[in-house]
């Protein structure tokens, strides 16, 4: 099993910046792709980056230019960067991670984090 955390988030003005983390632990595994989902209320869970990994990233078309997801595959880290935010970018932030394990697969989802942006 793996487990993944996120952290970062919270309560910021627009134009203002966050920086969400992601932390995977638990028995062996190996790390293929991570990525950042959101869910707003009464909206469906959507892809907001992933990152593979030799770290080609993907951002969806309304987060293009103001974040960046970035990993660290010593420490088992995700994080997701977040600058010019927006009142729309209020959501909960989820880490996904597709997950091999001994020649398994699996994918893995955080619990979440809010992310509140006031206008």
């Known amino acids: 099993q793996v487990q993944l955390v996120e952290s970062g988030g919270g309560l910021v003005q627009a134009g203002g910046s966050l920086r969400l983390s992601c932390a995977a632990s638990g028995s062996t595994f190996r790390i293929n792709l991570m990525a950042w989902y959101r869910q707003a209320p009464e909206k469906q869970r959507e892809l907001v980056a992933s990152i593979s990994t030799g770290g080609a990233a993907n951002y969806a078309d309304s987060v293009k230019g ?5 990993r ?3 420490e088992n880290k995700a994080y997701l960067q977040m600058n010019n935010l927006r009142p729309e970018d ?7 991670a597709h997950v091999s394990i001994f020649g398994n697969y699996g994918n893995y989802w955080g619990k979440g984090t809010l992310v509140t942006v006031s206008s």
């Not at 209020?90 to 996904?96: E, G, I, L």
Request: charged fraction near 35%; glycine fraction near 0%.
């Open 66 to 70: 103001r974040f960046t997801v970035s």
């Open 72 to 74: 660290d595959d010593d």
């Open 90 to 96: 209020t959501a909960d932030y989820y880490c996904y």
